[in-house]
């Protein structure tokens, strides 16, 4: 648990006019002051949409998903033929609050489970599998959406109940529905009721934006995305409301861009699935903004949205679209035109590189072509040159890259809070596939054991000091203590391979200083630890398979773990867990390796 003066230093790392902004907020919302406990609003009434009148584009297809089951976090079906209980956890059914006050509904309720659960049917990922069978002539599915958002406004009354209470939620509904409009060719003379729906969704969001920017991640950009694309929807339908929600959206977007996106493309959650959250977000107000005709965003965005493409292509396999379980994974994913889709980062790479750099990511043709085709978007004839080795240092991230592996070695450099003590994790992918592993999230409402087990430092791909956290815990969200690196060595390729460096000392005094070499056919990992430790232990997180342990290696019968110390070290295979999605769960091979303090130890992995 932190001390008093880590608690202090860690909220003074987030910024005093953060901290301001958020306290002024809770006040306000306790106190009943706040503008946004002022609203009111009669509920939307359909329909919403019409029929397309125009075909679909050519090479377009549809998601076939939300017919008769419907999909929550890219993974879990449930029944759902006809509209969801919008209040209902279908995990542990068990309903959230739909007549009270949105503000004065728990945030973490333990009989309700993860509230994520009840936001998901309504972030309207059905709306766009349904709007695109609608716009290939499906007449009953365009019947079925609008009635799905009718059920949905009822049950809903603004500003009431559980889906009221995330602006980012209410933000991604905003942008669903101008996909949706797209998608249909209704930008343009949108019917009454949908401006209505619009509408009291923007007025939702626009109180709470400074408490967004305060939380410098994806609130912010969410939420000025919906004011932007809400905003010049509004006006140009006629409503004068528009100008004002637009201009702050622009703004917001703006500095966004500025303040939690890197100059390599680095963004302020550290975590892959957020990247691609914030990547799509500014991929739609950019689309958005062309087929409108508005003036461009400021330099910087179009500069940072670059970078961050390029950041992205990183870390994807062109194989697979998928790739590493870093940092947190909530289920998110904006841009569903694609199925099945979660774990394929490939349609938002080609939509990105096509709009920011003007080539396509990948040169043949594909499922992620999709939002180009659905959106209007001209595809590039160029092609992006295939990715190299390198340091992306404002996330703290060495890329290692030889002939069928790449692997990742994550190292400190906290502007912005971590959500995970992950220090040093290496990643290990060899032909796309995923070898050594990381274990993702599984909930953001877990108990106290699934909290500090995937969060924590023993579900990765590092060492563990006498059995504490990189970090200490300070709240749900939050460690302190964040340590800063030690003896960083950029990638660089030598007559051995290609190399990186980077250590770390941790609150107590513990150091832990790791090299990697990647050559063609094998990974070496060297570990020194040092310091004020006196045990440790050394995990790699392996592919599932039938691994067994022979003297100092392990092996799954294609893959060796080889392990060299100086001193007495003791092997053993245990069964960890890993969360590829959200709300789910699985079992995983894990080595550990028992070491004392001080020590040096060698991992070989041959492949």
């Known amino acids: 648990m932190a001390s008093l003066g880590q608690r202090v230093r860690a909220y003074f790392s987030l910024g005093p006019s953060n901290l301001a902004r958020v306290g002024a907020y809770r006040l306000g919302l306790k106190t009943g002051t706040h ?27 549809s998601r076939q998903d ?11 079906e449930f029944p759902c033929q006809g509209p969801p209980d919008w209040h209902l956890n279908p995990f542990t059914k068990r309903r959230a609050n739909s007549s009270r006050e949105w503000y004065a509904i728990v945030d973490f309720d333990r009989e309700v489970g993860d509230i994520k659960a009840v936001w998901e049917a309504s972030r309207f990922d059905w709306l766009l599998a349904m709007a695109q069978r609608a716009a290939e002539g499906e007449a009953d599915e365009l019947q079925r959406l609008n009635g799905w958002l009718a059920d949905w406004s009822a049950s809903n009354p603004p500003f009431r109940g559980a889906n ?18 797209l998608i249909l060719d209704q930008r343009d003379a949108p019917e009454p009721g949908l401006i209505d729906l619009l509408r009291v969704h923007l007025v939702r969001i626009m109180p709470t934006l400074s408490y967004a920017e305060a939380q410098q991640n994806n609130h912010a950009v969410s939420e000025a995305a919906a004011l932007f694309i809400g905003g010049t929807w509004l006006n140009r339908a006629g409503n004068l409301e528009g100008v004002e929600f637009a201009r702050l959206g622009r703004r917001s977007l703006n500095k966004q861009a500025r303040r939690l996106i890197g100059l390599d493309g680095s963004f302020s959650q550290y975590s892959l699935v957020y990247h691609r959250l914030m990547v799509d977000t500014y991929c739609l107000a950019e689309t958005w903004r062309r087929q409108l005709g508005l003036e461009p965003f400021e330099p910087v965005v179009k500069e940072r949205l670059r970078s961050a493409t390029l950041w992205l292509q990183q870390l994807t396999s062109p194989k697979t679209g998928d790739g590493p379980n870093l940092g947190a994974n909530d289920g998110s994913r904006l841009m569903g035109l694609v199925e099945p889709g979660y774990r394929d980062f490939r349609p938002t790479l080609q939509w990105a590189s096509a709009l ?7 040169w043949q043709a594909g499922n992620w072509d999709q939002p180009l085709l659905w959106l209007g978007v001209p595809q590039p004839d160029e092609v992006m040159e295939v990715p190299r080795s390198a340091t992306l240092d404002n996330g703290g991230l060495h890329v290692l890259r030889q002939s069928r592996a ?23 992918w060899i032909d796309g596939q995923y070898v050594l592993r990381d274990a993702g999230t599984f909930s953001y409402s877990p108990t106290e054991w699934e909290r500090d087990y995937y969060s924590g430092t023993e579900s990765h791909n590092t060492v563990h000091f006498d059995g504490r956290d990189q970090m200490p815990r300070i709240s749900r969200f939050l460690f302190g203590a964040w340590p800063k ?15 990186a460096a980077a250590g770390y000392r941790d609150w107590k005094g513990a150091k832990h200083y790791r090299h990697i070499l990647l050559e063609r056919a094998r990974l070496t990992c060297t570990d020194t630890l040092s310091g004020a430790a006196k045990r440790a232990v050394l995990r790699w997180r392996l592919r599932p398979g039938n691994w067994r342990i022979n003297g100092m290696e392990a092996t799954d019968g294609k893959v060796r773990l080889i392990i060299e110390t100086n001193s007495a070290a003791r092997l053993r295979l245990t069964e960890g867990r890993e969360s590829r999605f959200y709300l789910h769960e699985s079992p995983i091979p894990v080595l550990e390796i028992m070491l004392s303090v001080p020590t040096r130890i060698q991992t070989t992995v041959a492949f």
Request: glycine share 8%; net charge positive; proline share 8%.
């Open 35 to 61: 503008l946004v406990t002022k609203l009111k609003a009669t509920p939307p009434l359909g329909p919403f949409f019409r029929e397309r009148l125009s075909p679909p584009p050519a090479g377009a297809t």
């Open 66 to 76: 939300w017919r008769e089951k419907g999909v929550w976090f890219g993974f879990h």
């Open 164 to 181: 009221w209470k995330c602006g980012q939620e209410a933000s991604i509904r905003v942008m669903h529905l101008a996909l949706a409009a």
């Open 356 to 362: 920011f750099l003007g080539r396509r990511a990948l």
């Open 406 to 428: 790449v692997a990742y070695l994550r190292y400190p450099r906290f502007r912005f809070r971590p959500s995970q003590a992950d220090l040093l994790h290496v990643d290990l």
């Open 485 to 499: 690196s030690i003896g960083v060595k950029a990638v660089h390729t030598s007559d051995l391979g290609v190399e």
